[in-house]
């Protein structure tokens, strides 16, 4: 009996979109944080510019997600689902929005960036992390590791508050380039917030998997 | 507050084990649908309700049914008056061949009531709980069943209503009208609720979902489980109502 083949084949594909729309959002992080560490503004250019495929996946899955909602009825679980993935494009496409910002710092920076690349890099590999955690936990239904992902988050927090003093203090000693110290704070506060909306989409897949709200 | 509560029911329909120790309250004021897949026992369950099964041989009943409180299988219990305060809607809709002003009266009659002016009032009344006072008013002498199908059936809950129930038992009362008449008789019942309690079955699950405030699930003969409505159709505590209820069933 295949009362639910149409609306299994649907969820499939705004699945495979979902996963496709995290790693172009992963791999955003890593060539921003990388065209940072090399001085690569070319590269930089192309995190700009393949943003739209991002973003245009969004709305795509968007639209996928209403028409289930609108021609399927779900319910209980498929409509958990739905709703979970909804939100979790919204995550996705801000973590994609901060990659451009600081992929537009590297653009716009004289020299590159200095002596803060061990706190920044240390973000971007834990932020990527998460993600790469999180992805793993809505395809395997896994909230163990959802949970994880999100619990990361406060290293995340902790590296920004340490770089965050450290380039202060920088800041107040060094007048000559405060002009680069400005961004490459706003450079870790992106991160930062990459973390926050990583939290959310942990928690959106904990509903998803459990029916139950769950913040961190 | 419970308008019944039931207690380790079984039923047997001769050597037929049709349903199994089901505990279940039923509150009132609300609308409880149930659901389950064909032959689970859901008319099964709402006939034991107001003692439908009595009139099928071969049927053994075990447990305890108690309507307010009172064992409804207990031998001083009064089939009559019970069916009187629990009444029954049926999935095709059955007026009887006469007036529509007679169906609504009829039962009335049937307890002896010869007052013009009670009747009258009471007709009207009737028929404006189960809205469908303004559509036949001028048609009253009319033969009921010149009415539509979905007519017929409001009808037929106005006939119902016509001897005061405290409950009223709906099975599959819209499966064979069109989705208009259908919507009418789910605001209805949405109107309805504040002055009876209401139980009806459903074959659809976006009715339960819409109408009820709590969805009992069954299958083959079990109550697998019972509650708020919201609860079932977002996360069901058993794996076969998720099943039954996603369509991932069979
Ligand atoms: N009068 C009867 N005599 C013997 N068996 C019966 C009788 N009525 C029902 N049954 C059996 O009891 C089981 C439950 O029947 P019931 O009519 O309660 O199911 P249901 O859930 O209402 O199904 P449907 O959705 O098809 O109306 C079925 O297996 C049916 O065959
Ligand atoms: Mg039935």
Known sequence: ?????????????????????????????????????????????????????????????????????????????????????????????????????????????????????????????????????????????DIELAREAAKMDQQVDDMYEEYYHYQLERLMRDESSTEDLVPLLFTGRYLERVGDHIVNICERIIYMVEGINEYY | MKTFEIKDLNLWYGDFHALKDIDMDIRNNKVSAFIGPSGCGKSTFLRVLNRMNDLIDGTKITGQVLFNGQEIYAPESDVVTLRTKVGMVFQKPNPFPMSVYDNVAYGLRVQGIKNKAVLNDTVEDSLKKAALWEEVKDRLSDNALQLSGGQQQRLCIARAIALSPEVILMDEPTSALDPIATGKIEELMESLKKDYTIAIVTLSMQQAARISDYTAFFLLGDLIEMGPTREVFHKPNDKRTEDYITGRFG
């Open chain 1, 1 to 141: 009996m295949k009362l639910r083949a149409n609306l299994d084949r649907r969820m499939t594909k705004i699945e495979h979109r979902l996963i496709k729309m995290t790693s172009l959002v992963e791999q955003s992080i890593t060539r921003c944080m990388m065209s940072l560490k090399d001085n690569d503004d070319r590269l930089a250019i192309s995190v700009v510019e393949d943003d739209r495929m991002i973003d245009q996946l969004e709305m795509n899955i968007e639209k996928n997600c209403v028409n289930v909602i609108s021609l399927q009825q779900p319910i209980a679980s498929d409509l958990r689902e739905i709703t979970a993935i909804l939100k979790i494009i919204t995550d996705l496409e801000r973590i994609g929005d901060y990659s451009v910002n600081i992929a537009k710092i590297q653009i716009s920076l004289d020299k590159g960036m200095g002596e803060e690349t061990r706190y920044l890099e240390a973000m971007g590999d834990t932020t990527r992390v998460m993600l790469q955690k999180a992805l793993a936990s809505f395809i395997e239904k």
